[in-house]
């Protein structure tokens, strides 16, 4: 199989390549082979993390990658949530923008891809129809073309006024029906279409169809896993105070080991973060309160913003029960006992204390 298909799973190319393979997916979910796990884990860390790279890429083959997405894509439908087709597709498209970035850089001059693994822009751009619609500039001597000219129908179908300001049309250069975008802004706009394509089909009908109920009993237990952590999303009252002396004890201690070890999983970073912008701290907020730690700041942004969702609804902190069943669960006390969630936690403690210290007017 090529390596390239399990690495860009939504091309053309590899959803051919599942069909020729002859490989049916009914009996691979039977057998419960490694690709169910795989596909598991890529719907999971889709919903908890905003990507859906493997945590233990050795561990899985080129096949196994592969197949994968289409049980991912059973799973996302299996759920029957729009937040989760809409998790799941823009994880998909941001751990895609993460391999163009890196497959760009790696070709020699940008535009032709030099092995089996990696893409160049131009196959991309290729893959989604836009080859006569993104002209690169001439480069300067020696450096590769930093800016390009996307034709005005391309970019408005796939660019998004919320996006921000320089989105907006009246902010570009526009030449000869064509806008000009730096190399950054083209990769937003692919991930945009990367995203499209992932979502475009989902969720479709499992139940009811040829097979679909057998293959709908045999991932029972993997949909109730997923559906309980698209479940940690809940109401939360609308919290606006940053006490760190008021904490819950889990969240004190990812607190303590992030800045004492420099490092946390990704599930307790994504724990810990949904509980700041729970609470009420913005993205600048929660980047300063990680300024001592090595944690890659674009990360952090990119996890806050991936927090909320189109709605603005919040992504909530994880329940006690999945902070349980990632070990996150520790130093309990008798407030513990009380409750089922971390923000529920901090809800009381903050309703008994008698001295409030706010972290923002330190
Ligand atoms: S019981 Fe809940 S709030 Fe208390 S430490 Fe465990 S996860 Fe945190």
Redesign the pocket.
């Known amino acids: 199989m090529n390596p390239l298909h399990a690495r860009y799973p939504f091309f053309d190319g590899a959803r051919e390549a599942v069909e020729a393979s002859g490989v049916a997916l009914p009996t691979l979910i039977a057998d419960d082979a490694p690709a169910v796990a795989r596909g598991r884990e890529r719907v999971e860390r889709a919903l908890l993390s905003g990507t859906t790279e493997s945590e233990t890429p050795r561990e899985w083959s080129t096949q196994d990658e592969l197949l994968s997405y289409p049980i991912a894509r059973i799973l996302v439908s299996l759920i029957d949530a729009p937040a989760a087709v809409r998790k799941y597709a823009a994880a998909e498209a941001a751990t895609a923008a993460d391999h163009f970035a890196e497959d760009f850089s790696s070709t020699d001059d940008g535009l032709k891809s030099t092995n089996q693994r990696t893409v160049s822009l131009d196959d991309v751009l290729r893959e989604f129809d836009l080859a006569d619609d993104v002209i690169a500039e001439p480069p300067e001597r020696g450096r590769d073309p930093d800016w390009f000219r996307v034709a005005l129908g391309s970019y408005l179908t796939l660019s998004n006024a919320d996006w921000g300001d320089g989105w907006r049309l009246v902010n570009r250069e526009v030449v000869d029906g064509a806008v000009r975008v730096e190399r950054a802004d083209l990769t937003r706009l692919l991930r945009e279409a990367v995203e499209r394509r992932v979502a475009d089909g989902l969720p479709f009908q499992v139940r009811g169809t040829a097979g679909g109920d057998a293959i709908a009993d045999s991932l029972e237990s993997e949909i109730g896993t997923l559906r309980d952590l698209l479940a940690d999303r809940r109401d939360v009252r609308q919290i606006d105070t940053v006490a760190p002396d008021l904490f ?4 004190s ?1 990812l607190l303590d080991r992030v800045r004492r070890d420099n490092e946390l999983d990704a599930h307790s970073t994504f724990a810990l973060t949904a509980f700041l912008t729970g609470i009420g701290m913005d993205t600048d907020e929660v980047v300063q309160f990680y300024r001592d730690t090595t944690l890659d700041e674009e990360t952090i942004r990119y996890q806050t913003e991936y927090l909320r969702d189109d709605t603005g609804a919040q992504f909530a902190a ?3 029960a999945t ?2 069943a990632y070990g ?6 008798e ?3 009380t ?4 923000m ?3 809800e009381k403690a903050l309703d008994e204390a008698d001295d409030v210290r706010e972290w923002r007017e330190a």
């Open positions: 819950p004890p889990c969240m201690h994880p329940t006690c902070m349980q996150d669960c520790v130093n309990k006390d407030r513990c006992e409750i089922a969630h971390p529920s936690y901090y």
